[in-house]
């Protein structure tokens, strides 16, 4: 007798509802589904008992009529596909046939549809996926869907169900997700009597966003389009992002996944705008050939395989990059616009305070928050920090003759992710940028802070991560053209190096060399630094050489390309200008024009904010004067 059995339709059908029909909101989500399929342009779900005791869909789609609705609650039966060549190119959120039996076949189902041209609608009655009603029926255009006892039929899968909020949870995020995917539809979910959510249609993409997000501020918008493929979306300003998990929402052609990758590429689009343990929020619509993703390769459809994942990783990063571009060009626009010139009347400050005040500008503060700044020269100087802080100790002198590692040649083992990301950040229209700053320098507070006035209100720069930032650009450009210009050390400085930094030494000798160290073997574990960037040439040789040693030890590791611009920054931040720097307004002038001439300002590359503004309005109501 043959071991081997055929199973009935019954019990096809459970085993089948088992990889769809995971939870309640598995079974809104194909509900959902069908009706967006169905052009519907209103949806309202209803909740009972956490969506064991009811479910009910109804929307204003297609509808359909008694033949249609009868083969729907047949295994695999589908007007999505023809032919095996449409499951290459699928365009609709449903497609396999599956849901509506599997559903039936768990729970007590009725359908009720009618096209909007029939009189006259039909209704269908199945319990636990045995037919007992078919019938017309009075009833308003469209589908209705009603899933009762889910689970009745099979105690075991209802006990592995979580609490009710936790399902109620998992019913929300359905909703809230196919409300992004579908900005055009009006979505209402009711829980128990109760609405919940109301969505209208009428809402733009951002205020729905903002609603589902709990978020009031703007958005950064994403507009990035390269043949058939595109990438949109909104991402909350890393500044203000919580941190975290990624609280992205991710769609390809129009459905909710889940992808890392796609997380990723965004992260590598924000990279040094994010501080560490914060990830990107906001909403990614990615849009590609149908042919170029596989939708068919989850049981629940929360997963895609991309035919070439490599370029929708550089498309993403790509189109976050030139979107971060872009707001720094708002940014710039908004931070540096003109203070208004206007006369303020004075009030006497009593000598004790004024010469105990906390702006050390060389002149009187008062005074300086209503006089001009001091003209420029037509080219100013770069901003190099303090100058009595400066080149005490190394001088510049001819390039040493003895061995070094490395040259001012190209480097040739650059990764492609670092190739990617310097293409990445498109400069902004460099052409209509204003080569100086329009405010008014109030003065410095705690030697770290440069408060300034502008058309806003009151501007605030951390001088350390504004300086931070320029460098990183700077050392960035060097390494990536292969030209890092050197500093020769006066004195050379000796460092002792334990056996696994010697060992980091040979392995990256090309990288180091590429970052403008000059050092040679003074036997043992011992090395000679004979030149270092020009750019960090104020920073302590050995100290730097050792931090970028752990960085290559701990990032290098990795893989990928960031931990060069992790040593990058790490560099950058030790030359950069320190707190505690007492800066002259020539300098601080200095460092503001370079900031308004950058690409890139807003963040250190660590991710820090480098500018806030108070504008006029939230100063008069910390002391109730509006």
Request: glycine content about 8%.
């Amino acid at each position: 007798m043959s071991k081997i059995r055929i199973l009935p339709e019954q019990l096809a059908n459970q085993i089948a509802a088992g990889e769809v029909v995971e939870r309640p909101a598995s079974v809104v989500k194909e509900l959902v589904e069908n009706s967006i399929d169905a052009k519907a342009s209103r949806i309202e779900i209803e909740i009972e008992g956490g969506g064991t005791r009811l479910i009910r869909v109804i929307d204003n789609g297609e509808g359909m009529d008694e033949d249609d609705i009868l083969l729907s609650i047949e295994r695999h039966g589908t007007s999505k596909i023809h032919v095996e060549e449409d499951l290459a190119a699928i365009t609709t959120l449903g497609f396999r046939g599956e849901a509506i039996p599997s559903i039936a076949s768990v729970s007590q189902f009725t359908l009720i549809s009618r096209l909007k041209g029939d009189e006259l609608g039909t209704k269908v009655v199945l319990k636990y996926g045995k037919l007992l009603q078919v019938h017309e029926i009075g009833c308003s255009y469209g589908s209705s869907f009603e899933v009762r006892n889910l689970f009745g039929n099979t105690p075991a899968r209802r006990k592995f169900l979580r609490t009710i909020r936790t399902e109620l949870a998992h019913i929300d995020e359905v909703i809230k997700n196919h409300a992004l995917g579908s900005p055009h539809i009006t979505f209402i979910l009711r829980i128990n009597g109760k609405e919940t959510i109301h969505l209208n249609n009428s809402l733009s993409i951002q205020q729905r966003l903002g609603h589902i997000l709990n978020y009031r501020d703007s958005f950064i918008p994403i507009d990035h389009k390269i043949r058939q493929s595109s990438v949109s979306g909104f991402l909350i300003p890393p500044e203000k992002v919580s941190p975290g998990p990624a609280k992205l929402r991710i769609f390809v052609n129009g459905r909710a996944i889940k992808d890392r990758m796609i997380v990723h590429g965004v992260s590598e689009g924000l990279r040094g705008f994010l501080l560490k343990g914060k990830n990107p929020s906001g909403l990614i619509h990615l849009t590609l050939p149908a042919q170029e993703v596989d939708v068919n390769v989850h049981p629940a459809k929360h997963e895609v395989r991309f035919r070439n994942s490599r370029d929708v990783h550089t498309l993403l990063s790509r189109a976050v990059a030139s979107a971060m571009a872009e707001e720094q060009e708002r940014t710039r626009s908004k931070f540096f616009s003109k203070a208004e010139q206007r006369e303020t009347s004075r009030v006497p400050i009593d000598s004790r305070i004024e010469n105990e005040q906390s702006f050390p500008t060389g002149s009187d503060t008062t005074e300086s928050l209503n006089s001009p700044p001091v003209p420029e020269p037509e080219i100013p100087p770069d901003f190099t920090g303090n100058s009595h802080h400066l080149h005490t100790t190394r001088t510049h002198l001819s390039p040493s003759q003895s061995s070094i590692i490395g040259t001012a040649e190209p480097i040739e083992r650059q990764t492609d992710e670092i190739r990617v990301q310097s293409q990445t950040i498109p400069p902004g229209k460099v052409e209509n940028r204003p080569q100086h700053h329009n405010l008014l320098v109030i003065g410095q507070f705690e030697d770290l802070y440069i408060f300034c006035r502008n058309s806003e209100g009151l501007l605030i720069i951390d001088q350390h991560a504004a300086h931070e930032r320029l460098l990183y650009e700077k050392l960035r450009k060097q390494f990536l053209e292969g030209n890092v210009p050197r500093q020769n050390l006066l004195f050379p400085e000796t460092v002792e190096l334990s056996l696994f930094q010697a060992q980091l030494v040979e392995k990256y000798r090309e990288e180091i060399g590429g970052m403008g160290f000059s050092i040679r073997e003074f036997g043992g574990n011992s090395y000679i630094i004979s030149a270092v960037p020009a750019l960090a040439g104020q920073a302590n040789p050995g100290e730097l050489f050792n931090d970028i040693l752990e960085k290559f030890g701990s990032e290098g590791g990795k893989g990928g390309g960031g931990y060069i611009d992790t040593i990058l920054a790490t560099m950058a931040c030790r030359a950069a200008v320190k707190a505690g720097t007492e800066l002259s307004k020539v300098e601080i002038d200095n460092l503001l024009n370079e900031m308004v001439r950058a690409d890139l300002f807003s963040h250190c590359p660590h991710g820090r904010p480098v500018v806030k503004q108070f504008t006029a309005v939230e100063v008069k109501k910390w002391f109730h004067r509006t």
